[in-house]
């Protein structure tokens, strides 16, 4: 079994940027975005492989990291 890697970031901003770039892969790999890969794959549409589990793991922290950022933009208007 792989071990968990932890990375840490100067800024959520630059987390963000770190997802969306490992989001890119996945969606060139699959020929498709990770929006629709989500809804599939939360649908049950999708097998429960370990790529796509970590796909999912990597689009729900995107998610997460973006609310953040918005609400900070949010605030600060």
């Known amino acids: 079994m792989a071990q968990k890697q932890r990375i840490t970031y100067d800024s959520e901003l ?3 940027v770190a997802v969306a770039k490992q989001l890119s892969l996945f969606e060139d790999r699959h020929k498709t975005s990770s929006e ?9 549409q ?15 922290h995107f998610l997460s990291l973006r609310s953040v950022l918005e609400k900070h933009v949010s605030h600060a208007a």
């Open 14 to 16: 630059d987390a963000l």
């Open 46 to 60: 999708v097998e429960d492989t370990a790529e796509f589990i970590e796909w999912s793991n990597a689009y729900r």
């Open 36 to 44: 629709e890969f989500f809804h599939r794959f939360t649908a049950g």
